[in-house]
């Protein structure tokens, strides 16, 4: 029994649905029934109800998760404390996401400039689910086109460039469409091999499915291939730009009403510290923060209290 055994019981029996459960997790269906059936058997218990394919956390599964939970908020709160401790900081924010890179690094290092008696925790993951939205104070994540904020204040738009080699015979084009790339190879990058990345369904929305030659989870390996192999892909806008600065590649901008929000949200019921309120208000303060949110009311967020 490890850690991550745990954890993944503890999301399954979130869910109640292996294969939502994989995909959010970005693991595979067998591999995460496996890692369920062998806790079941090193327990001597059964921890769900089985009809078909549905699964139901039994009795047992309800006692076991109460456990499990009890260990992972002490876990966390231990190490909360150990980093306070060993930063010699008397007040900290967490920040957790599956798009906490995004163009929040250069407020966090002016903030941290103003306030350097704060440490700052930021953690990227692949869902809410997979972090306790008992110690963060904020989760940010790119929200689907189309769907409504409400308590989400939007931080960047998602955008998509069309990434290739400077070897490649469309690389002296410009612009480069996804029209012009529908007969192309494609190379993509997904930590979850049975999910495909927004690239893709960008490409389908413009009335074509792009040929996959190659499916990595190694940017490393996208790169490689799309050096040695005139292959294109289509990556989301930071990446491109942090790709383009090797001199070796070349990135052109995807037109789209298809983007999708990077927003921050303040999990359920969460009391928000004094310092985690003070670093909203500040964010809040910024213009191109104002111009992504009109009419946005802050305190839909500093309320939760």
């Known amino acids: 029994m490890n850690l991550l055994q745990l954890k993944y019981f503890q999301e399954v029996a979130r869910y109640q649905n292996i294969t939502k459960t994989a995909e959010i997790l ?3 269906q067998p591999s995460l029934s496996t890692s369920i059936k062998h806790l079941e058997e090193e327990l001597g218990i059964e921890l769900f109800d089985r009809k078909g394919k549905s699964i139901v956390l039994n009795e047992d599964g309800q006692n076991f998760l109460r456990d499990i939970n009890s260990v992972f908020e002490l876990l966390n709160r231990n190490q909360m404390k150990r980093n306070l401790i060993a930063s010699g900081k008397s007040n900290a924010v967490f920040i957790g996401g599956s798009k906490s890179e995004l163009k929040l690094y250069p ?6 400039a103003r306030h350097p008696d704060v440490l700052i925790s930021v953690k990227n993951c692949v869902s809410l689910a997979s972090l306790d939205p008992d110690i963060l104070d904020f989760f940010i994540c790119a929200e689907p086109p189309g769907s409504e904020s409400g308590e989400m204040l939007i931080l960047d738009r998602d955008r998509h460039c069309i990434l290739m080699s400077k070897s490649h015979p469309l690389a002296e084009k410009d612009p480069v469409t996804l029209d012009m ?3 192309e190879q494609f190379v993509f990058v997904t930590p979850n091999s049975n999910k495909m990345p927004p690239g893709y369904q960008l490409c389908e929305s413009e009335g074509f499915t792009p040929k996959v030659a190659c499916i990595t989870d190694e940017r490393t390996v996208m790169l490689s291939i799309l050096k040695e192999g005139n292959l294109v892909s289509v990556v989301p806008e930071c990446d491109a730009e942090a790709f383009t600065r090797i001199g070796e590649y070349v990135a052109f ?6 983007e999708r929000n990077i927003v921050l949200s303040v999990p359920a019921n969460k009391t928000l510290s004094k310092i985690a309120r003070t670093f909203l208000l500040e964010l809040w303060e910024l213009p191109e923060i104002q111009g992504l949110n009109p009419g946005f009311d802050i305190r839909s967020l500093l309320k939760k209290e």
């Open 107 to 112: 407020f966090i290092a002016r903030f941290l």
């Open 181 to 183: 790339i529908r007969n």
């Open 253 to 258: 901008p995807v037109p789209s009403d298809r």
């Open 26 to 28: 970005h693991v595979s």
